[in-house]
Structure formats: structure tokens, C-alpha cells
């Protein structure tokens, strides 16, 4: 409800629902693609119990999607991506045992890896050879994405504090703030299922190879 005064009078407005809970149902079907992407990757059940966090963070994402959060869910698609590179050095650096059909039932991680900032566990991961250079770039994509979006409130008060007429230049601001659309978020979401894809695949093939 919204209440508009105008003199000494004053109009209560109710505010029906928007256009993103008009729109649910089609974003509900767009999620099922990018869900399929990860699910349907042939190791995502053997690696399950190494990446079950980071598939719940990914389900997160998919949930701020259909109910039109688009920035929280390119937030979520960074974190996703750091949360399951943080996981998968720390499992290969670690302790993993795999059965002849290439389950894993076993796992001790390395916990140092933890411990470490980011950048460097990029280059722990390019060590053992679970990242090259060309799935990096993806990685900060995705990534870069996420800090734009971390950093809109910051930009949006310095912007705001350059004119006293705050109104209209919200209005500009959002107008040339549209890339945090439907389309910009369920990118964000596509790109992170196909990395978490090629990243499990890869995981599993350093973790497992000598088992199978």
C-alpha cells in the first residue's frame, strides 16, 4: 500500500503484484534448463558428497532467480563458484578414496586451503591441474559479474550525492543500471552450471582415475 498527498488531502494507493510474479512461471522453465546442465554432468552423484554445500548454494541462486532477485542471484553465482573451488583444491590436496566404478566414498580434505585467500587457491588449482588459464577466464566472469553487482549501493550513493534533484537521477541510474535484468541473471546462472560441470568432471577424473 502507497499513500500520495496531494494538498491537504491524502490517496491511498494499493500496489498489486509486479510484473516479476507475472513472470515466475517462465522463469520456472528457464530454471529446469540450467538445472539439467549441472545434474545431468555423468560424475555430479559420485562427487556428491564433496560438492553437496555447493550444489545448495547453486539451488540458492535458482531460488533468488524465480522470485525476480536478479542481482542476489548473480551475488550467488560467484559465491557458488568460490565455494566449489575452495572445496575441490581442498579434496585433491587432501585424503580420497574411490571405488573401482569411480564412487566416492571417502574423503579428508586439506583444510589449509581454507585458510587461504582466493587468489591463491586459483593458483593451487592451477597446480593440480584443475583450472587452465581458459576456464580461469570464465571463472572471473562470473565473478566480475558478482562484484559489480556487490558494489551497486556504493555507486549508487556517490552517484546520487552529484545533483540535488535525487529523483531524476535515480531515474537515469536505473535506466543505465539495466543489465541486472532476467536475461543478465539467468546468463550469470547458465555460465555457473557449465563450469560447476566441466570443474566436477575434472575433479573427479584427478581424484578417481587410478581407482577406475
Request: aromatic share 6%; charged share 30%; proline share 0%.
Amino acid at each position: 500500500m502507497s499513500k500520495v498527498r496531494s494538498g491537504t488531502e491524502s490517496e491511498v494507493i494499493w500496489i498489486g503484484p509486479s510484473k516479476c510474479d507475472e513472470l515466475r512461471a517462465a522463469r520456472e522453465e528457464r530454471l529446469k534448463n540450467a538445472w539439467h546442465i549441472l545434474v545431468s554432468c555423468r560424475r555430479f552423484t559420485d562427487m556428491y558428497l564433496i560438492i553437496g554445500s555447493d550444489i545448495d548454494l547453486f539451488r540458492e541462486a535458482l531460488s533468488c532467480y524465480q522470485n525476480g532477485a536478479f542481482m542476489a542471484a548473480i551475488l550467488m553465482c560467484g559465491v557458488v563458484l568460490e565455494s566449489l573451488l575452495y572445496d575441490l583444491t581442498s579434496a585433491i590436496k587432501g585424503k580420497v578414496m574411490c571405488d573401482r566404478q569411480g564412487r566416492i566414498w571417502s574423503v579428508e580434505l586439506d583444510n589449509t586451503v581454507y585458510n587461504l585467500k582466493f587468489g591463491r587457491v586459483i593458483e593451487e588449482a592451477k597446480k593440480i591441474k584443475l583450472i587452465n588459464g581458459k576456464l580461469e577466464a570464465k571463472i572471473n566472469d562470473v565473478r566480475n559479474l558478482r562484484n559489480i553487482v556487490a558494489h551497486y549501493a556504493q555507486r549508487l550513493r556517490k552517484e546520487l550525492s552529484k545533483t540535488l534533484d535525487r529523483s531524476k537521477e535515480l531515474e537515469l541510474l536505473v535506466a543505465r543500471k539495466g543489465w541486472a535484468s532476467d536475461r543478465e541473471a539467468y546468463n550469470a546462472l547458465e555460465k555457473t552450471a557449465k563450469i560447476t560441470r566441466i570443474l566436477i568432471e575434472k575433479a573427479h577424473s584427478i581424484l578417481c582415475e587410478s581407482s577406475i
